[in-house]
């Protein structure tokens, strides 16, 4: 895949999270864009840690193994991390 592909994806507004597979049918999933770097022929990709949201771990794919590029299936979760809608927190 090409480069340019990869960051036409993580350039998207509003973002959402990318499911990228490989080749040999392997998955990693980009929940935030700044934690994919693709950098010539080589994709980086941070995987958090579920606790503190920190790039822990990474995934370094040479772009000739990346198959395909998907938005990710995921419901909609507020930036506060709470599920549902209405509820009266607001306040500025």
């Known amino acids: 895949m090409r480069r340019e592909q990869i960051e036409s994806a993580l350039r998207a507004v509003p973002f959402q999270p990318l499911g990228v597979t490989l080749t040999t049918g392997d998955t990693h999933e ?3 864009r700044e934690l994919a770097m ?3 022929g080589t994709l980086v990709i941070g995987d958090p840690d579920a606790a503190d949201e920190a790039a822990d771990r990474f995934a ?3 772009l000739s193994h990346v198959a ?3 938005r ?3 419901p909609d979760v507020p930036a506060n991390g709470q599920a549902g809608g209405g509820g009266g927190e607001g306040g500025d």
């Open 30 to 32: 980009v929940r935030h």
């Open 38 to 40: 693709p950098v010539r």
């Open 60 to 62: 370094i794919i040479d």
């Open 68 to 70: 395909q590029i998907d």
């Open 72 to 74: 990710a299936t995921a």
